[in-house]
């Protein structure tokens, strides 16, 4: 599939790290987190992770990598990309660059759901669409 | 008002701390909300802060005042007391405690509301005479 | 004094809400910190709050005020300015809008200490002159 | 390799949630977190994740699995284990139930370092010794 990045740009603050200097592991997934809600917005064209009052996208997978520790003040660039759309489910691909070098990559699984229900549910056709157009 | 004093023990964790190597100023909330919704628990029978689906309890002030930072693996000991009670509001107060010494102090003042409306409502009669009890 | 007020510009995240559906009460000093950390690059060029090894600003009073919820979403506007600038601290203040209406305020106290000492030292005078012309 | 299990309880607090009612899926290593803290202390007696001055463990690697959602006051177990111990890294895997139940489960990878020099070491001999008896 070929890949359409999305890049996604911020800096470390100082409540995302600890006290050994550095993000702290579980920070990182912000970062993920601020990349897909605007690549979905801006690209999608719909406000994650809730479409609307009946479904509503909910993660069932993450993980992480770190290669090489950010630091308070360091620039980011996050790109992500889907890397498989299913019908129920969406696999999100996530690289942390500061200047230039790969420090964190990672994935997010999301799956459609009836929020009332809280039972998968097939991802809407437009949504389904536009997903393809942007992978 | 005679206080009657309640102690939630919690430990610093890493993802308390930041940077500066000393617990963000923030994440001192965490134990305030943490000893409040435990002396809610065991003192006042009732689950913070969503009483049930019609009653909850929103905070409309916070504030906190620290005079020695807390580092990682210290143990905290957060006192809690209610210093006042209105009719529809509540005033916490909290005190930190790192062996013997105030580390830091600060307040909460919740409403009732009605999570429908979410307009301020009158705290239940029941809730309320426990509360004096413990204030 | 004359403040001249500084707007930081963020949208509610899906990790600053809570299960009330709204801003964790805890979670608005998050665009307190980010208001203050770009204002402080951007008109008084130092790096917030670590101005380097040696000096750093340490919080040693925080408070808010909520007077409406902000939900996943909500864009934000945060103003800050200096209201009180002393030879060894800084009062910020902070106030939150969304479309207009003003939704919370508060204020960050911050004390200038050396770092290695963690002792209250004198705000550097080039600094201190860059934050009366910001005030 | 035979596993002793560690289990760590702990309930959902409010400020773990996002407004989909649910523990936002970052907040699980959280959890994580707070049993491998614990289970240090306890078992291997040493405080998580920095040994001393110059040995620190860093995570290299995170993963969770979300079976089902955690709610506000739901009580979990979160049970820990090492399921590899190299000389310089340590795999350790999580369960966390709630009333018997899976509800996620994931790994952390960890790998010994120089504070000073950020560099992969070998885990200390006596440490490493007390790992693999509770591996």
Request: hydrophobic share 40%; with cysteine.
């Amino acid at each position: 599939m070929a890949r359409k990045r999305f890049v996604w740009k911020d800096r470390v603050r100082i409540y995302d790290t600890d006290s050994q200097g550095i993000v702290h592991y579980a920070g990182y997934y912000r970062f993920f987190t601020d990349a897909f809600e605007q690549f979905s917005r801006s690209r999608l064209g719909v406000e994650f992770p809730m479409l609307d009052n009946n479904i509503w996208f909910v993660v069932v997978e993450s993980n992480a990598r770190y290669y090489a520790p950010a630091r308070l003040g360091d620039d980011l660039r996050t790109s992500v990309s889907v890397t498989q759309a299913g019908r129920k489910a969406l696999r999100m691909s996530f690289t942390i660059y500061r200047k230039g070098t790969k420090i964190c990559d990672g994935t997010l699984v999301q799956v459609a759901i009836d929020s009332k229900l809280w039972r998968a549910v097939e991802i809407p056709k437009t949504l389904a669409i536009r997903i393809r157009k942007n992978a």
